[in-house]
């Protein structure tokens, strides 16, 4: 199983605010790191003596305690390390001095880590930036490029779940557009686009060369339900959401085999766009916010060749 992600035409913003992010982040990277390399390599700001922070006169008891204690890990596991050989025996001045010394060393420390968590986000956004793109300039363009587009489907061979459907061939749809489309009540992209394609159904069913073939599929990899069971289950759901809308099986998976056959996967939710010859004209695997808008564009588009 699975499923595209994609956005509509409000996706082109959210990329486009992402980007802008990414570009921030990349510069905040930048500007901290350079911070922390100039205080790791020069030290602390200017006025700020080094010695400022570390105790002195270790050889008293005393100092020799603070010292040791000074060793020890703090904050979360940042050490800071104090020579020996001086003392905290400085006046109030000296003292503040190391207490700014100490927390700009533990800042910078901790800039070091929100810099290589932007970065990684950074390198997370460009693995995925495709995902990101407007559906006009993405899901549209992978719809025609998929390897089945142009071939002619071997078999379809469907039963109906519905009350009012019948049993359906590939020699019963001569001449007409036809969307099939593969979907499962345990699959969530599924349900997000089953209400838009009923009402896609609904305003596309008076016409006469126009067919739309919802074919329920059980979860794969799961012990294979009956057709009683995917019936149950099937009617159910679509009852459960109030949609009327016709359901078919694909007994055997014979119709999904032969979808393979031509290079299509077993994903989930996966439309297929056939002329009147039976010729995939265009595959749309996944869902997207804006995917069935395009369905429909392309549909018309056909009936009206």
Same mark, same amino acid.
């Given at each position: ?167 359906? /061939? @590939? %020699?019963? +749809? !001569?001449? *007409?557009?036809?969307? $099939? ?9 599924? &349900? #997000? ?40 289950? /099937? @009617? %159910?759901? +679509? !009852?459960? *959401?109030?949609?009327? $809308? ?9 119709? &999904? #085999? ?44 056909? +009936?009206?060749?």
């Amino acid at each position: 199983m699975g499923a595209a992600v994609g956005t509509g035409k409000p996706g082109a913003w959210a990329a486009a605010f992402s980007r802008h992010m990414v570009s921030a982040g990349e510069e905040c990277v930048l500007g901290v790191c350079f911070f922390a390399y100039n205080y790791r390599m020069v030290g602390p700001p200017r006025g700020l003596p080094r010695d400022a922070h570390a105790p002195k006169n270790s050889h008293t008891p005393q100092g020799a305690d603070q010292t040791k204690r000074s060793n020890q890990p703090h904050c979360g596991g940042c050490t800071m390390s104090f020579p020996s050989g001086e003392s905290s025996s400085q006046g109030p001045q000296a003292q503040a001095a190391a207490r700014r010394a100490a927390l700009l060393s533990t800042l910078a420390g901790f800039a070091i880590l929100v810099a290589v968590a932007v970065a990684a986000g950074a390198l997370m956004f460009r693995a995925l930036g495709p995902a990101l793109e407007p559906l006009e300039e993405s899901q549209a363009s992978r719809a025609e490029g998929h390897p089945a587009v142009g071939q002619r489907l071997p078999v379809l061979e469907l039963e109906a779940l519905t009350d009012g459907s019948q049993r359906v /061939t @590939l %020699a019963d +749809l !001569s001449g *007409k557009v036809v969307l $099939l489309n593969f979907w499962g009540t345990w699959c969530p992209p599924c &349900r #997000a686009e089953i209400p838009e394609l009923a009402e896609l159904y609904h305003r596309m069913a008076g016409h006469p060369r126009f067919a739309m073939l919802p074919v329920s599929c059980g979860p794969a990899g799961a012990e294979a339900e009956t057709l009683e069971e995917l019936k149950e289950h /099937t @009617l %159910a759901f +679509l !009852s459960s *959401k109030q949609l009327a $809308l016709p359901a078919y099986a694909d007994p055997g998976g014979t119709t &999904r #085999a032969a979808f393979r056959q031509l290079g299509g996967r077993s994903v989930f939710p996966t439309t297929v766009l056939l002329d009147g010859q039976g010729i995939v004209r265009a595959v749309w695997v996944g869902y997207a916010p804006g995917v069935v808008e395009e369905i429909e564009r392309r549909v018309a588009s056909l +009936l009206a060749e």
